[in-house]
């Protein structure tokens, strides 16, 4: 089992549209989260952090952490289709540990 | 300000040839780490350099060799490639730490025949 999990997808919503993405984590341990987001091939850019539980909004983006759950959550409000692209979660221990991605396409 | 640099963005290699994948990073970054995505896999861990002068294991380190060349620079080797490292390979540069992102260069794109 990976430490963190996250459902590749794909995943397509139209414009407008709240997208949430999800992953979960293993060790209880982890406090630092990440979110990146990779375009088609280009290389992953952090798009938001968060460090131990609670929300943190950036704009049209908010991360979420429930440490009860181990669960780590990414919404986007009013979607676009310059959205579109590969979304990474993963937590920092020293070593950012991925989860797998999920490809978001978000069509007008 | 180039951020990340790897070279080359793509290779060909025949199975059992050898090359050198280069990075370099302008940030003054103590840490830095080598990654390959295969698709279904996200990123995986092959190598890391916490700061100049040391190198440490990933999750899939066999294979490949490191070498941390100074603070600015550190490269991938494959001895001798095999088809099941064809992937796409990605440099990262941080300031080292829990609490602080990764800078990824571009990729390299290798596929092993």
């Known amino acids: 089992q990976k430490e963190v999990e996250q459902d590749p997808g794909p995943l397509s919503v139209p414009e407008g549209a709240i997208v949430s993405l999800n992953c979960t984590y293993s060790?209880?341990?982890?406090?630092?989260f990440m979110w990146y987001r990779q375009y088609s091939r280009k290389g992953p850019e952090l798009l938001m952090y968060t460090y131990s539980s609670g929300n943190k909004e950036d704009g049209r983006f908010t991360a979420q952490v429930d440490k009860s759950s181990k669960y780590i959550s990414l919404f986007i409000r009013d979607s676009q289709p310059s959205d579109s692209a590969t979304y990474l979660c993963?937590?920092?221990?020293?070593?950012?540990?991925f989860g797998q991605g999920t490809t978001l396409q978000v069509k007008p | 300000n180039a951020g990340v640099t790897q070279t080359p963005k793509f290779q060909v290699l025949k199975t059992g040839q050898s090359m050198t994948l280069q990075c370099a990073q302008d940030?003054?970054?103590?840490?830095m780490y080598w990654y390959r995505q295969d698709p279904g896999m996200g990123l995986r861990l092959i190598y890391y350099?916490?700061?100049?002068?040391?190198?440490d294991k990933g999750e899939v380190p066999n294979g490949y060799n490191v070498s941390r060349l100074n603070k600015r620079e550190f490269s991938l080797r494959l001895e001798s490639a095999a088809p099941s490292q064809t992937s796409v390979y990605f440099c990262?540069?941080?300031?080292?730490?829990?609490?602080?992102?990764?800078?990824f260069g571009s990729g390299t794109r290798l596929t092993v025949v």
């Open positions: 350099s916490a700061s100049e002068g040391t190198t």
């Open positions: 990262a540069s941080s300031e080292g730490g829990s609490n602080y992102g990764y800078t």
């Open positions: 993963a937590s920092n221990t020293g070593k950012l540990i």
């Open positions: 060790n209880s341990a982890f406090q630092y």
């Open positions: 940030m003054n970054h103590n840490s």
